[in-house]
């Protein structure tokens, strides 16, 4: 059956144009009624939509059928009479990207995205939340990309004030030296500003692994162009202490301590529970 289309209008652009939005931002600020939902995991948007406009969501006791509407701070609220919470916790999925895949909520000319490979894996209790990919790996890069529901947690990641590293492997079309990977070390200078310098191993002739604490585009190769080593195939293996350990196309869910000790993330300490 065709879906539906979103209401027409809505008040403010989602925070990254590579995601699907992210969590209830706290009592300072209302969010209108089918985002509330969709950002604490309750329905996807779209069903959230369906199920406002059919009646079934009640905010303090009246019912409510414009999903715009705004929810008051405080607000209680029920689907189906039942009581739901919009405190969502943060979750963060480790995706392991495939090649030929786009970073982004449109495919391209028939290439596909990685949220058409990773959303139906998920289980119906992550299934209903909205998903922000933390930061983008180009189309033929593959490797860590991390999903979250939290957009704090996106820009904490992201953000090059934070010095997260992020480890990438290239392999490289030239044979590589420790002189022409030297100036890597040291900050080489790209057409939008200098990189700052990286920590630089060669593991062969032909790869060599390269960690930053920065993330503008394609900046892994173009590094690496900018010392005479082309790029041939790059894949991330690692962000911050979250180390890729699934298979190809899979994910698996971090645990509060990978989020808050991995990914040096404050949680609220109540939350940090697992292990
Ligand atoms: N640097 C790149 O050049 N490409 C990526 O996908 C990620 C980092």
């Keep these: 059956m065709p879906r539906k289309p979103p209401p027409p209008r809505r008040p403010s ?33 779209d069903e959230a939509e369906d199920a406002i406009q059919a009646g079934r969501v009640t905010v303090n006791g009246k019912v409510v059928k414009h999903p715009l509407a705004p929810v008051p701070p405080g607000a209680s609220l029920r689907l189906d ?11 963060v999925l480790a995706f392991h990207k495939p090649a030929e895949l786009l970073t982004s909520t449109v495919g391209q000319h028939g290439v596909g995205t990685v949220y058409e490979v990773l959303l139906p894996q998920l289980p119906p209790e992550l299934a209903g939340f909205t998903w922000h990919a933390v930061g983008r790996l180009d189309r033929g890069t593959t490797g860590l990309l991390l999903f979250t529901n939290d957009d704090k947690l996106v820009t904490h990641v992201t953000s090059p004030e934070t010095h997260l590293t992020k480890r990438y492997v290239a392999t490289v079309f030239s044979e590589a030296d420790e002189a022409k990977v030297e100036p890597l070390r040291h900050g080489v200078q790209l057409e939008d500003g200098p990189a700052r310098p990286a920590k630089v ?15 503008r585009n394609h900046q892994v190769k173009r590094m690496l162009g900018a010392v ?23 994910f698996r869910l971090l645990t ?16 940090v529970t697992t292990s």
């Design 13 to 45: 652009p989602s925070p990254s144009k590579h995601a699907h939005p992210g969590r209830w931002e706290g009592k300072a600020k209302p969010d209108w009624l089918s985002r509330a939902l969709a950002r604490a995991g309750v329905l996807p948007q």
């Design 81 to 91: 009479g039942v009581p739901i919470s919009l405190e969502a916790p943060t979750r």
């Design 201 to 215: 191993r060669l593991r062969d002739s032909h790869t060599v692994e390269v960690t930053v604490t920065e993330g």
């Design 228 to 250: 005479g080593l082309p790029v041939r195939a790059l894949h991330r293996e690692a962000v911050g202490g979250v180390e890729l350990d699934v298979p190809e196309g899979t």
């Design 256 to 271: 509060d301590t990978e989020i808050s000790e991995g990914l040096r993330f404050a949680l609220p300490s109540a939350r």
